[in-house]
């Protein structure tokens, strides 16, 4: 069993910045890539980025420069560094990841509007 929770969403002017973070817990979570995804209000969900157990990261080219994922295995800590902030990023964020089926966090809201 792992448990996702996410936290750091809110309201953010365009151009601002946001730090989210996902706290996991079991004694797995060094071994597992996790992903954040978001969905906006009337679309599908879409994977923002990825974090695999060796460190490497990939990004939705929507996010590429703008986004970083990182990870601190000893605190079961994921996180994503939003800068440069757009109207377009306002969704819901969750944080998942796998393990024998799909885990999901209950989701942190991100509204970017001035």
């Known amino acids: 069993q792992v448990q996702l929770v996410e936290s750091g969403g809110g309201l953010v002017q365009p151009g601002g910045s946001l730090r989210l973070s996902c706290a996991a817990s079991g004694s797995i979570f060094s071994i597992l890539a996790m992903d954040w995804y978001r969905q906006a209000p009337g679309k599908q969900r879409e994977l923002v980025a990825s974090i695999g157990r060796d460190g490497s990261t990939s990004y939705a080219d929507s996010v590429k420069g703008r986004f970083t994922i990182s990870r601190d295995n000893a605190k079961n800590m994921v996180y994503l560094q939003m800068n440069s902030l757009k109207p377009e990023d306002t969704a819901v964020y969750y944080c998942?990841?796998?393990?024998?089926?799909?885990?999901w966090g209950q989701g942190t809201q991100v509204t970017v509007s001035s």
């Open positions: 998942r990841t796998f393990f024998l089926r799909p885990y």
